[in-house]
């Protein structure tokens, strides 16, 4: 009974009310009357967003942030629980309502929010709004960042093996309310211009019971934390400012570290998920490389370190979209194909960084629009501050055409790259690699390729400019301080 296989029943993703949809041009011309605001600051978060590779209309904000819904930013603790009450209440109410489950059938409860941490804990308000039974085996995690979407599956599993037959709700979600930031310091400020509102809930068991009804089989999961290193402890923190005004501040080590602790959570799940064809591929690499070192090259040159074709391990990828240049970078290091990248970055445009639950709305996307065949496989990578990685490896048990109310815009129809506000197939070269790997001549000449690139358009933008000027605006951002280390907290 301990070794029983973990399945994904079904799973609900926070679909906002079109009141909370944030019109970009409007919110930044109404934010310049906030107390809090100053032109420096509104135009800095301006440029941010604009080389986000988000939509200007279609990411949701909590009304007590919209400056063009009130008169300053509310960031106190009724609101954040007036958000928390909307996500979890709507995410539960729908997993429950797909899965055909009362909230009484739920034996173990767990739930994640990184900054919003209240007294009772969101477990427990999630029990005291559903009325759960007393013995539900309840837990919230807090601090655990965007990686914990992923990460988390860990604990599911683990949590079934020790109550083997029993069924979990698995909630996460980032209450942004709470991780607002009206200061100055700019490291800090590039949050509000990434992340939006979202929420995920889904229905795991080990039941063989379920594996009929259920979508997908949980193949494999691991965790990597590199937090005993302080350069990747000290990446991503919550932490208050010269004045004591608390923000998430991301530091210009974020977008090394993050690629650091993601290479070695993909690394360890490789072997796992090559093909047979592709060991062998691995084997010869490993030869070539032996017989390279013992005759100093006479035999043949030594190869590169192998690394596999992705393509051929997975047939879909759940990508953390924190941002642009971090799905950029995690694109480069797996050489996926745009293609390939295409999910993550429609959930990036649509929902901008939903922090823990961004790749369950990949997830959503791909079962929206293309869907998923029975037998395929699909692979779950998340990253968050600490710095910790997470990876998870799944199989459809049949068929999955499921159209999300979040994604019902689409009409069922797949995005092209000529829909997202950057393109994705293009060579990219990050300017967020830190200048001590490269020479101040290497760097600079990174910096201008990639200002050269195509750039966002502001077509969905009533009052914008020339496109030559976001051109421009994306330039000036990626030059300012850890302007563009979009977060993967």
Known sequence: ????????????????????KVDFVASQEAARSWKVATPEKVDFVSKIFLASGISTTRTAIPACLQPTQTQEPKTDLHSAQAEAKMVYGQVISEVLRKTGLAATDIDILIT????????????SMVINMFSMREDVQAYHLGGMGCAFGVVGLNMVRDMLKAHP???????????????????HRKEALVTNALFRMGGTASILTNNPAWRSRSKYQLQHCLRVHTGASDRAYNAL??????????GMVITKTLPSEAAN?????VRRMT?????????????????QQAAAQVSNGKLCASPAPYQPDYTRCADHFLLHAGGYAILRGIQKGLRLPAQAMMPSFASLRDFGNTSSASTWYTWSYI??????????????????????????????????????PCWAHLGGKALTEADLPRPISNTYKSILDLPSMRTAAEQQQ????????????????????????VIKLHAEAARSEGAAAVAAH
């Open 1 to 20: 009974m301990a070794n029983l296989p973990v399945y994904l029943v079904d799973y609900s993703m926070f679909d906002a009310p079109e009141e909370l």
């Open 112 to 123: 994640n929010t990184s900054i919003y941490c209240p007294t009772p804990s969101i477990a």
């Open 165 to 183: 037959g029993k069924t979990c709700l698995f909630v996460s979600s980032e209450i942004i309310t709470g991780a607002f930031y009206p200061g």
């Open 237 to 246: 923190n919550w932490e208050p400012d010269e004045e004591g005004i608390n």
């Open 261 to 265: 602790v993601l290479e070695k959570g």
């Open 271 to 287: 072997p796992r998920i090559m093909t047979w064809g592709q060991y062998a591929e691995a084997a010869v690499n490993y030869i």
């Open 367 to 404: 079962e929206s629009t293309d869907g998923v065949r029975k037998g395929q496989t699909v692979l779950q990578i998340g990253v968050g501050g600490g710095m910790k990685s997470g990876v998870a490896y799944w199989r459809a048990l049949r068929d999955v055409r499921d159209i999300h």
């Open 446 to 469: 990174v910096i201008q390729a990639t200002n050269a690139a195509s750039r966002v358009t502001l077509a969905d933008a009533q009052q914008a400019a020339a496109a030559a000027e």
